[in-house]
């Protein structure tokens, strides 16, 4: 069961998906993250020259990162 404020989506994957610097710096996080406009961003600055890339995966791992409803992306695994 999804707690309220708690996204479904997979705090793994979302981490996977920023860790690997290619896809970090292009936003590919952020899409999976439903958030469209700034991964748009990130891709036109290549990760804001890497630091939004290294805040964004700060973030993420520590399970502050939101989707774009405003919920945490906080769990792990995904939910159904």
Do not use: Q
């Amino acid at each position: 069961m999804i707690e309220p404020g708690i996204s479904s989506k997979s705090r793994l994957v979302c981490f996977l998906l920023c860790l690997f610097p290619v896809l970090g710096f292009l936003g590919v996080h952020r899409y999976y993250a439903g958030k469209v406009g700034t991964g748009l961003l990130m891709l036109v600055t290549l990760g804001g020259l890497g630091v939004w890339w290294l805040i964004d995966l700060i973030f993420i791992g520590c399970g502050s990162f939101r989707d774009k409803n405003g919920k945490l992306i906080k769990n792990w695994l995904e939910s159904n």
